[in-house]
C-alpha cells in the first residue's frame, strides 16, 4: 500500500502563488509516477501534471503549463506542485495520486491506483 498526504493549499488572490505537497508513505519503492489532478465544483477531476518518480519527466496540463511546475524531493519522498500566477478558474480541490505500472495514459484518473484526501485551493479575483 501507498499513503498519500497533501498540505499546502489555501485562500490566495489572482496573480499569487502558492506550493502544494504531497508526502507519499509506505511502499513508495511501487511507484513510478506522481501526478496532481483538481476537482472544481460541478465538474470532472482534470489532470494538472505527472512526474516520473525519478524526478525526470515531468508533464503538464495545457492550461497550467507555464504558471506550474512539478518537482520531487527524494530524500523526503515529497512531490510539490508550485502554482504561480494563479487565476479565479484555478478555484479547485487538489489531489496528488500515485502510478504503480502504465495502465491508462497518465492524464487519465484510471492511470493511478493511490489518492490523497485532497487539499482544497481558493483563488479569488
Known amino acids: 500500500q501507498v499513503q498519500l498526504v497533501e498540505s499546502g493549499g489555501g485562500l490566495v488572490q489572482a496573480g499569487d502563488s502558492l506550493r502544494l505537497s504531497c508526502a507519499a508513505s509506505?511502499?513508495?519503492?511501487?511507484?513510478?509516477?506522481m501526478g496532481w489532478f483538481r476537482q472544481a465544483p460541478g465538474k470532472g477531476r482534470e489532470f494538472v501534471a505527472v512526474i516520473s518518480w525519478s524526478g525526470d519527466t515531468t508533464y503538464f496540463a495545457d492550461s497550467v503549463q507555464g504558471r506550474f511546475t512539478i518537482s520531487r524531493d527524494n530524500a523526503k519522498n515529497t512531490v510539490y506542485l508550485q502554482m504561480n500566477s494563479l487565476k479565479p478558474e484555478d478555484t479547485a480541490v487538489y489531489y496528488c495520486a500515485a502510478a504503480t505500472g502504465v495502465i491508462a495514459p497518465l492524464s487519465f484518473s484510471s492511470a493511478y491506483g493511490y489518492w490523497g484526501q485532497g487539499t482544497q485551493v481558493t483563488v479569488s479575483s
Open positions: 509506505g511502499r513508495t519503492f511501487r511507484i513510478s509516477n
